[in-house]
């Protein structure tokens, strides 16, 4: 059997050095990329569910919005048949028109605002910026 060329070669101890020192830089490397990647996508998943919370908490003002709305439309409905005479129905359709529009607009502000804190805290992310 013949004998290999490289057979009494050794690496030089620099050389070894250099190479554990490149393979403890790129676990560094990797190490960092990781921990980059889990924050990401730790940052990524408090923003969805603050969008998640922040939906929900819509679904139900709106939910209670349409239950009072229901309930001034049955109490308007319960006067307009106890009313006298047809002055005192358009009395209270005017009344009922104009209590319903304010309700409407302050309904639609308060929606408008939380939504607005909503989207705010989702876009700041967790730390406020």
Same mark, same amino acid.
């Given at each position: 059997?013949?004998?290999?060329?490289?057979?009494?070669?050794?690496?030089?101890?620099?050389?070894?050095?250099?190479?554990?020192?490149?393979?403890? /830089?790129?676990?560094?490397?990797?190490?960092?990329?990781?921990?980059? $990647? +889990?924050?990401?996508?730790?940052?990524?998943?408090? /923003?969805?569910?603050?969008?998640?919370?922040?939906?929900?908490?819509?679904?139900? @003002?709106?939910?209670?919005?349409?239950?009072?709305?229901?309930?001034?439309?049955?109490?308007? $409905?319960?006067?307009?048949?106890?009313?006298?005479?047809?002055?005192?129905?358009?009395?209270? /359709?005017?009344?009922?028109?104009?209590?319903?529009?304010?309700?409407?607009?302050? +309904?639609?502000?308060?929606?408008?605002?939380?939504?607005?804190?909503?989207? /705010?805290?989702?876009? @700041?992310?967790?730390?406020?910026?």
């Amino acid at each position: 059997m013949a004998k290999s060329p490289m057979g009494n070669f050794e690496i030089p101890a620099e050389m070894r050095n250099m190479a554990e020192q490149s393979v403890v /830089q790129a676990r560094q490397a990797f190490d960092g990329f990781m921990g980059a $990647a +889990q924050k990401a996508f730790a940052q990524w998943e408090q /923003q969805a569910a603050s969008a998640q919370a922040g939906a929900k908490g819509a679904g139900e @003002k709106m939910m209670e919005f349409a239950e009072r709305n229901v309930s001034s439309s049955f109490e308007f $409905a319960q006067r307009l048949v106890r009313a006298k005479d047809a002055d005192e129905m358009a009395k209270l /359709q005017a009344e009922f028109i104009r209590m319903q529009m304010e309700a409407l607009t302050a +309904q639609a502000q308060e929606l408008g605002a939380d939504v607005a804190q909503s989207v /705010q805290g989702t876009t @700041k992310g967790p730390t406020g910026r």
